[in-house]
């Protein structure tokens, strides 16, 4: 789990995402936080409620298009899988 997408850096990592499942249309896991003292702001942050949400990354395996009358093409995504981290 990086902060704010920023990928540079052992600073930016707060944690990890373990046991990433899709129930329905949500995406479910367990957040584990790094214990390092400096993150307890943002853990305090998550527990109020103050911080509720996170981007999880995906690739996406099948792409409908659709053409409108000028050439232009949406791209939907319909079927897509959560990336895991490397092992």
Known sequence: MLDSHQQHGLDNVLGTLDGVRVEGNEVVGIIRFSSRPELAPLLDDVRS??????????????????????????RTAVKWTIRRPLS
């Open 49 to 74: 409620g103050i911080v509720q949400h996170l981007s999880v990354g995906y690739q996406v395996t099948t792409w409908r298009d659709r053409y409108r009358r000028r050439g232009n093409r949406t």
